[in-house]
């Protein structure tokens, strides 16, 4: 039963079609999601009546997709996570590290505001190159070799970091400064709207920058809330 003290959290892993009705109502679900849906929809200013009615709807209709995350094994969501999530985050940087200077080449003596979001977008590109770096190469493998051994009852592997608890930590960080930038080019660029002068190109542009932001709130999702508590819950069995 849904009710308005359940976390955004807890909401989005147990009825997982509630993470596009998030999105559209503006609720963080991946780095605010600790919050209660209360107090998440009084940040986002909608009614939390009538989002509990619209999640009640959702649950019945549960997507099979959605729900197969909490089932998958840790290997196959990290798998999925690498697959979907980091190889469009790193095609999309590469196509719109080139975009964004076309436009701003064009328009940023007329826009201002496209200098700010190319500053925010480097920026945002500079935090999660190395942050996918690190989640490849180091914790994910560890992840993935922890679940190996508790399958064959082994102890866990050594850890260099001491508890898997510390990177965790230090990439839920990370999903925070990359979720703060996010907002920020949204607020620089009043929600990606365009001007009426917008050519092709900066529709394009907005378009993908949305469409970034929205493969990055899953993306985040699923490592804070399905895939970092289970990996967390697996080194202390
Ligand atoms: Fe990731
Ligand atoms: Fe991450």
Redesign the pocket.
Known sequence: MINSTMTVRELAVQVPESTRLFETLKIDYCCGGNKPLAEACESAGVEVDNVIALLGALGKTDSKDAADFQQLSLNDLITH?IETHHVFTKSEMVRLEALTQKVIDAHGANHPELLKAGALFRQLCAELTP??FK?EQVLFPYIAAMEGAASHDQPRPFAPFGTVANPIRM?MR??DA?GDILRELRAVTSDYKLPSDACFSYQTLYQAFAGLEKDLHQ??HL??NVLFPKAAALETR
Do not use: S, V, Y
Request: hydrophobic share 40%; proline share 0%; no cysteine.
């Open positions: 996570i942050h996918m989640e990439m990370e999903h990359a993306h985040i490592e804070n």
